[in-house]
């Protein structure tokens, strides 16, 4: 398996990654934190490997620090500038590098949205025992958004949401 077939075969994954998230398969949002750190670090490249000379070198520094769980290792100076170069020429390798960075800001920026609903709604639902006057019909919509949320189910917020708008222009 080449590194075209590989990059593929990752943005597959990650495609996958989104369509999961997106139907409520990561339900607890320590699930959904867990996935932050290695989708960050894929999309930093730092530790992106092209050369025989680099990978031997990432593999010394972690033969050496087997023990260590927060060792991270140091990036590999390159000195060939053609190699240096070959990464940042545009190519149909490249271009597929970029799709799998963008997909993974997509899955970050849903991991975000799904915070910070959460974090609305618990708002909301805090704000409601404060304020008198409210609706119970308005309490309940904001407890099922809040249910929701905890359950990372992306598609019962979606369809709250619609009915409720549904509701207010009729």
Excluded: C
Excluded at 62 to 82: G, L
Excluded at 116 to 126: A, G, H, N
Excluded at 133 to 141: C, L, N
């Amino acid at each position: 398996m080449d590194k075209k077939d590989k990059n593929l075969l990752d943005l597959e994954y990650l495609r996958i990654l989104e369509s999961m998230i997106k139907l409520g398969l990561y339900k607890l949002e320590k699930d959904l934190i867990s996935l932050i750190d290695p989708l960050v670090s894929l999309l930093d490249g730092s530790l992106d490997l092209y050369s025989k000379e680099q990978i031997d070198h990432y593999k010394q520094q972690m033969d050496a620090n087997r023990n260590d769980p927060k060792f991270i290792p140091e990036p590999y100076q390159e000195k060939d500038d053609q190699i240096k170069k070959k990464r940042f020429e545009k190519s149909q390798e490249n271009e597929i590098v970029m799709e799998i960075k963008s997909k993974i800001l997509d899955i970050l920026s849903l991991i975000m949205d799904i915070q910070d609903d959460k974090r609305l709604s618990l708002f909301l639902i805090k704000f409601h025992e404060y304020v008198e006057g409210m609706e119970p019909m308005d309490f309940d919509y904001l407890k099922k958004m809040y249910e929701a949320s905890l359950s990372s189910d992306i598609r019962a917020m979606t369809d709250l949401k619609n009915k409720e708008e549904y509701q207010e222009v009729n």
